[in-house]
């Protein structure tokens, strides 16, 4: 009862074979895995570009310079 038939050895084996032989299989899979995800990733990003407002180019506020400009004129003045 404490042993192991034919048939549990095989398997055993083959799950060795699976795990640790050839040029690490499971590396590969793993690797092939995570290439997956970050295409589904990237597909989802670009999702979300396509469906997104283009952004407003932003406004310059146009009293600042003139503000300065006069600051500059004041203090050359005092000068």
Known sequence: MGSFSIWHWLVVGAIALLL???KGK????????AKGIKSFKKGLSD??????????????DQAAPAATAEKAAETHKAS
Do not use: N, R, W, Y
């Open 26 to 33: 499971v590396s590969d899979i793993m690797g092939d895995f």
């Open 20 to 22: 640790f032989g050839g």
């Open 47 to 60: 999702d979300d570009d396509v469906t997104a407002k283009p952004a407003e180019p932003a406004k310059l």
